[in-house]
């Protein structure tokens, strides 16, 4: 069964860190670029980041440039986000969610873990 | 990146069909056919219902169909159904670099 799972959320104060894990399992991570998206009443789905099958392309949303460090480390089939300087805003639920197509460019995202809540406050 | 445009709500009679529209531009909708759109039912993760435009995921109702013209995409969904009832969101990609559309919210009367 394909299955992610995130994991790191919490409630921290503006400012400060905080790491996410997403645990794949059921296919073959290492042959998936993987994502992060977040969620908010407000703005709904907001693309965060994508690394590629190999780890060697990555892009980030425009909003959290320099901010957020996407990793994945695939002898253990987890993908990480790094998020520095939180803020108020940074508040939703982070999913983590794998490309459709291996080896492949950006593509749809088929499937999505369950998400982790973060609380900036 | 911004946002793609979409109507904030369609509604649509059961038995009825129904298009949401995306609008973006030739950096994103118009340059890319990795366009997708995914179903958001409260409670639920998002699910993906249409990839490169027009492909089904196994397992999606033949009622969801996808199209691009131009800067614009369209889902389309035919024999409404109560359980359609949803939030709807495209997505695209401009310089390597995801986005979402405003989403819209489906209602079945």
């Known amino acids: 069964q394909v299955k992610l799972v995130e994991s790191g959320g919490g409630v921290v104060q503006p400012g400060r860190s905080l790491r996410l894990s997403c645990a794949a399992s059921?296919?073959?991570?290492?042959?998936?670029?993987m994502h992060w998206v977040r969620q908010t009443p407000d703005k709904g789905l907001e693309w965060v980041a994508i690394i590629s099958y190999d780890g060697r392309n990555i892009y980030y949303g425009n909003s959290m440039k320099g901010r957020f460090t996407i990793s994945r480390d695939n002898s253990k089939n987890t993908l990480f986000l790094q998020m520095h300087g939180l803020r108020a805003e940074d508040r939703a639920v982070y999913y983590c969610a794998k490309s459709i197509h291996p080896f492949s460019g950006p593509s749809g995202m088929d499937v999505w873990g369950q998400g982790t809540t973060v609380t900036v406050s | 990146q911004s946002a793609l445009a979409q109507p904030a709500s369609v509604s649509g009679s059961r038995g009825q069909s129904i298009t949401i529209s995306c609008t973006g531009t030739s950096s994103d909708v118009g340059d890319y056919n990795s366009v997708s759109w995914y179903q958001l039912r409260p409670g639920t993760v998002p699910k993906l219902i249409i990839y490169d435009v027009t492909q089904r995921p196994s397992g999606v109702s033949d009622r969801f169909s996808g199209s691009k013209s131009g800067n614009m995409a369209s889902l389309t969904i035919s024999g409404l159904q109560a359980e359609d009832e949803a939030d709807y969101y495209c997505s695209s990609y401009t310089a390597n670099r995801g986005v979402f559309g405003t989403g819209t919210r489906l209602t079945v009367l």
């Open positions: 059921g296919f073959s991570f290492s042959s998936f670029g």
